[in-house]
């Protein structure tokens, strides 16, 4: 075996200093070689002066000889001279020397003369660093992907500027690339700046005196151009310490800061245009980094196709993910691999969850909770009803919901929210540490096995027990549960079964502090709670057989969510008098329902009335004053005829969904929805005139008559003036912006009076343009817009 010195790599010198005199030693030698040593530069300088005439040891050959920048001075011309006197003037010794001095006079110099030497050293050091062109951070033993996003950062800090400091963050979570980015990027520009620093490690920086340091920085960077990376920042009083303000430092400084947490920027004043979001590779980067960790040049083995995909769908894109899961592959049996990835998909690997788990640790305790519930329940599935289900648990949703994001734990998307599987996995992993070995002591259940385990065994025992219990297959599952299967579980406060069949009889009894319950296609009754107030606030037991009994929500005072959907078996509408917080009725869908209840026509917090498809529905309410309702929904309610008195102003209607019903005529309190913006009366085959009512409503953007084949009559501005005399200009629709007459009567039929019809409307001509066929002859659509 070889001894450690010499199996040890001897590295070459970088730079050989040449000089003469101790004058030169002890000023400017003494300078360069230091900012040479700093620089990182293996530098070069023999312990003793050189004797005039002696012969240089063969070390200091060796070493002048395997520098890669050699330097040489014209006054050793006299000193060859000597020496061809003492060695021979063919000697082969001076013949070398010689050479190498005539190629040292060709280099290009600085005459130092009387000249700021800090400045020559500067110079020399700068021109030594382009020619060895030395990097100095390691970036990646693979740096895929890096050059395009390199060059996208260049284009961000503007760098041809000099006339302001600039600030630019680099956004993501941990394990995404943004440390090796922020070394690549600063590899490349730091030699523009006259000072530059890669400050790593910020979560175990502590400042003990920010005043002090804040007046150093001042007084140090203040007319300097420099370059700063604050790598991993996560606490915005180090960054406010660190760089709090772009006075700090000289223009054209520009500072990088690298953190999980976007909200560190943008409370730090930087603006989205000047902040990177890092994110995953694509798919080729990702098998390209891949196969540089799994597959070494030594290394003949070869990894089989589908567990490649595997790894690949692991990672998704997470640069850490590749390198870890690469190399711990590479080299491993079919079956070891094979095995490997098989206990991934079930407990994710410790070293990229330890980096991924740093965000979920510095989170507030209500927003954990927020985190595991969207982590092993909701991903994918969208904003509005995550909000609703963990708004009922009395979480602050919205706060918490917009943290995540910031932190980089979650992502929304298109009305959706979504979390990288690593950090998913992180989350449900979280959850199984609470008892990895009893579910029934975990906060949250979602997997079938776990829930069959402890609904048939009653495992449950404990009053302290907190469990969110959901069912998520794509094939229809049974499970059989006796009715005090919950009974134990003093507080669930949500429990989701989708796609769970029951087969049992009797009723299931659920405790009072549950605040979410969802059973779609759930049995042909509602299941029972204790006696007392209940907490309830979303009910959703669309597409199933249950039925309305009288006083069935007794005591829900706190339900604003009722989802009753497509149930067939529902004939009669749910008294709203014992809900007084419902927010939201949903019973489209509900075709054999055929009766409104007069609870719905006073309900003081209802917002949402749907009764869509509801085609057996004949009589919703004699009256309507329910002052909050923002969207009522009758689409497809062919059979019913009449539509409600508007007793009181409703200034919270927003739009009204008559399609297809067969409304004969809209009542003249049609007036007192003062804020409706979109009402549709497509395809009412029955409604035959508008009322000059209709005038009224000033918020009014789109009208919809398309297919009111029936509609003989638009009322004109006379009849609007004569009825209506405190409107601001009798007779027009201010903010209509959409009016559809397709397949209705001809316009010259519905507008007795064209001529008055430039009163009407203030919108343009194409908007009708839809109905131009049914123009009569003659009448163009410019005729609607004449001007007075």
């Not at 040890?8 to 050989?16: E, I, S, T």
């Not at 995909?309 to 070891?336: I, M």
């Not at 979480?395 to 929210?417: A, H, M, P, R, Y």
């Not at 404990?462 to 794509?474: C, H, R």
Request: aromatic share 8%.
């Amino acid at each position: 075996m070889a001894s450690s010195s010499s199996s040890k790599r001897k590295r070459n010198y970088d730079v050989f200093l040449s000089f003469r005199g101790i004058d030169v030693r002890n000023n400017f030698l003494s300078h360069l070689y230091t900012a040479l040593d700093q620089s990182g530069f293996f530098t070069y300088i023999d312990s003793e002066e050189l004797r005039k005439g002696e012969q240089i040891s063969p070390a200091l050959m060796k070493a002048i000889e395997e520098s890669e920048v050699r330097g040489g001075r014209e006054s050793y011309r006299r000193a060859m001279v000597e020496h061809e006197s003492k060695f021979g003037k063919d000697s082969e010794k001076v013949e070398r020397w010689k050479t190498a001095l005539l190629d040292a006079g060709r280099l290009s110099g600085w005459d130092l003369n009387n000249g700021d030497e800090a400045e020559v050293i500067k110079r020399i050091v700068k021109e030594i660093s382009r020619q060895l062109d030395r990097t100095p951070l390691q970036v990646a033993k693979h740096p895929v992907g890096i050059h395009a996003r390199v060059l996208k950062l260049e284009s961000m800090l503007n760098l041809e500027s000099d006339d302001d400091v600039l600030m630019i963050g680099l956004w993501g979570p941990g394990g995404i690339g943004k440390t090796t980015l922020a070394k690549a990027i600063y590899n490349v520009i730091f030699r523009q700046f006259k000072g530059s620093c890669f400050l790593a490690n910020k979560k175990g920086l502590s400042v003990f005196s920010v005043d002090g340091g804040i007046n150093l920085i001042q007084d140090r960077l203040c007319h300097k151009k420099v370059l700063l990376v604050l790598d991993d920042v996560n606490d915005i009083k180090q960054l406010n310490a660190l760089a709090g303000e772009c006075k700090w430092f000289g223009k054209g400084s520009r500072i990088i800061i690298t953190t999980r947490d976007n909200h560190v920027l943008t409370s730090h004043g930087i603006d989205k245009d000047h902040i990177y979001e890092v994110k995953s590779l694509e798919d080729c980067e990702a098998l390209e980094l891949f196969n540089k960790h799994a597959f070494l040049r030594s290394n003949k083995m070869v990894i089989r196709g589908d567990l490649v995909d595997s790894a690949l769908h692991y990672a998704n894109g997470f640069p850490l993910a590749l390198e870890v899961l690469g190399t711990f592959l590479c080299g491993r049996t079919e079956c070891e691999r094979e095995s490997a990835l098989n206990k991934l998909a079930k407990s994710p690997d410790k070293t990229i969850n330890d980096v991924l788990k740093i965000s979920y640790d510095g989170l507030e305790d209500y927003a954990k909770e927020i985190f595991l519930d969207i982590a092993c329940f909701f991903k994918g599935r969208h904003t509005k009803y995550i909000m609703k289900v963990l708004d009922s648990c009395d979480f602050d949703t919205t706060i918490g919901v917009q943290v995540l994001v910031e932190k980089s734990l979650i992502i929304e998307e298109n009305g959706t929210l979504h979390m990288h599987d690593l950090i998913q996995l992180m989350g449900m992993d979280i959850v199984k540490q609470e008892c990895r070995d009893d579910p029934g002591r975990r906060s949250r259940l979602w997997l079938f096995d776990d829930v069959q385990d402890v609904l048939s065994r009653d495992r449950v025992r404990s009053t302290t027990i907190e469990i969110d219990f959901t069912l998520l297959f794509s094939e229809p599952e049974e499970i059989y549960m006796g009715p005090n299967a919950f009974a134990n579980m003093r507080r669930l406060r949500v429990l989701i079964m989708n796609n769970v069949h029951n087969s049992f009889q009797g009723l299931i009894c659920l405790p009072n502090e549950l605040r979410w319950f969802e059973w779609p296609e759930c049995p042909p009754w509602i299941p029972e709670f204790s006696s007392g107030p209940k907490k309830l606030v979303g009910l959703d037991l669309h597409k199933s057989n249950i039925q309305i009994v009288k006083e069935q929500f007794k005591d829900f005072k706190k339900l604003k969510f009722i989802y009753f959907s497509e149930c067939q078996s529902l004939v009669c509408m749910p008294d709203l008098y014992c809900t007084p917080n419902l927010e939201v009725l949903d019973l489209h869908g509900c075709k054999n329902l055929k009766h409104g209840h007069e609870s719905v026509a006073y309900h003081g917090k209802l917002q949402l009335l749907n009764l869509s498809g509801c085609s057996e529905l004949r009589h919703l309410s004699d009256v309507l004053q329910a002052k909050n309702l923002q969207f009522l929904y009758l689409h497809d309610c062919s059979k019913l005829q009449t539509f409600p008195d508007i007793l009181v102003e409703i200034k919270g209607i927003r739009e009204l969904d008559m399609v297809g019903t067969s409304i004969k005529e809209l009542p003249a309190s049609i007036k007192n929805l003062v804020s409706v913006e979109e009402m549709n009366l497509m395809d009412n085959k029955e409604l035959a005139v508008l009322l000059s009512s209709i005038y009224s409503l000033q918020n009014l953007k789109t009208l919809t008559l398309a297919g009111c084949s029936k509609l003989v009559k638009f009322p004109n501005k006379e009849d609007s003036r004569n009825n209506f005399t405190n409107l601001p200009t009798c007779g027009q629709l201010y903010k209509l912006l959409s009016l559809d007459f397709s397949h209705a009567q001809p316009l010259k039929e519905i507008f007795k009076f064209p001529e008055n019809l430039r009163h009407v409307f203030h919108l343009d001509a194409a908007d009708l343009s839809s109905c131009h066929e049914l123009v009569p002859s003659g009448f163009t659509m410019n005729d609607l817009f004449k001007p007075e």
